[in-house]
C-alpha cells in the first residue's frame, strides 16, 4: 500500500500519545498526561548541548525496532518505581509477591508493555501506508549512561506523566531507505 500521509512531527506525536494513553489505560487502569516541560525536569532525559541524553535516575529502559519502509527504534525510559507498579498491576501481585518474584518479574513486564506500546505505534505508521515490521524487544537498566542518535537520524522525545513518575518516549525515526 502506498503511503497515505506524511509522517511528520504531529503524526508521531500523536501516534505516541494514542500507543502510551492506550496502553497505561487499557493494561494497568491508568492515565498518563502528556508532559510539556521534559527540559525543565532533571529526573527524566537531561538534554545536553549536543543532543545527547543522560538518564541520572535508576530506570528500566524497553526498547523495539521497526524496520521496513519506516526504520526506527523506540526507547521507553521508565523509572524504577514506576516499573515496578507497571509490573504489579500487569500481573495483579502485591509489593511482597512482586519482591519475592524477582526483578527478572519487572523486566518480563515491562518488556510486554514496551511490546505493545511500540507496536501500537508501528500499526499507526502501517495505517499511514508504512510497512514495517517490530524487532525483537529488548531491556536495559542503568542510572547514569547516555544515547546519542547517529547521524542525520531525526529524533523525537516525548514525557508523560502517571502516578507521580515520568515516562519518557524516545523515538529515531528513518522513513524509506
Do not use: W
Amino acid at each position: 500500500m502506498p503511503a497515505t500521509q506524511e509522517i511528520t512531527e504531529t503524526v508521531i506525536r500523536e501516534n505516541m500519545n494514542r500507543a502510551v494513553s492506550h496502553v497505561f489505560k487499557t493494561m494497568l487502569s491508568r492515565m498518563p498526561a502528556v508532559s510539556t516541560a521534559l527540559e525543565q525536569n532533571a529526573d527524566a532525559l537531561t538534554p545536553a548541548s549536543n543532543g545527547t541524553r543522560h538518564v541520572f535516575q535508576l530506570h528500566v529502559i524497553g526498547t523495539v525496532g521497526f524496520i521496513g519502509e519506516a526504520n526506527g527504534l523506540i526507547y521507553l525510559y521508565i523509572p524504577l518505581p514506576l516499573a515496578r507498579l507497571c509490573a504489579r498491576n500487569l500481573l495483579g501481585m502485591t509489593e511482597r509477591e512482586l519482591d519475592e518474584a524477582g526483578e527478572e518479574t519487572v523486566n518480563d513486564a515491562i518488556g510486554e508493555l514496551t511490546n505493545i506500546m511500540i507496536g501500537s505505534f508501528k500499526s499507526g505508521l502501517c495505517d499511514a501506508g508504512y510497512a514495517c515490521m517490530l524487532t525483537m524487544p529488548s531491556l536495559l537498566r542503568g542510572d547514569n549512561f547516555c544515547s546519542e542518535s547517529g547521524g542525520s537520524i531525526p529524533r523525537h522525545v516525548y514525557a508523560f506523566e502517571c502516578a507521580g513518575h515520568r515516562l519518557v518516549a524516545e523515538i529515531l525515526l528513518k522513513i524509506g531507505d
